[in-house]
């Protein structure tokens, strides 16, 4: 069993700064992506960034690149999203994800995670 806990969420202005935190516990934890996705209400989950935990290679959505760094620190077992010049339309649940391990092509998809924290709301106001 995994447990992800997410932390970072909160009220921020358009235009400002949030940086999330997932910190992964459990013996059977070695995935091979970890993800964030988020769900905004009345919407479906999407993506938002993976990171392969080994390797370090960083994957996004196309429109946030730019904006969103994902990055994780190895010996913490921590994936952290930074998020900058945040707008309204970024408001949403946003929740970590990691996958059992074993080569993952789908790390876009949700279906492929199967470990998932309980969210952290991230709201902007305008």
């Known amino acids: 069993q995994v447990d992800l806990v997410e932390s970072g969420g909160g009220l921020v202005q358009a235009g400002g700064s949030l940086r999330l935190s997932c910190a992964a516990s459990?013996?059977?934890?070695?995935?091979?992506?970890m993800g964030w996705f988020r769900q905004a209400p009345g919407k479906e989950r999407e993506f938002v960034s993976a990171i392969a935990w080994r390797a370090g290679i960083t994957y996004y959505e196309d429109s946030l690149q730019g904006r969103f760094t994902i990055s994780r620190d190895y010996a913490e077992n921590t994936v952290y999203l930074q998020m900058n010049s945040l707008k309204p339309e970024d408001t949403a649940v946003y929740f970590c994800?990691?996958?059992?391990?074993?080569?993952?092509?789908?790390?876009?998809?949700?279906?492929?995670?199967?470990?998932w924290g309980q969210g952290t709301q991230v709201t902007v106001s305008t």
């Open positions: 459990g013996r059977t934890f070695a995935p091979f992506f």
């Open positions: 994800a990691a996958d059992r391990g074993g080569y993952n092509i789908s790390y876009r998809r949700t279906f492929s995670y199967t470990y």
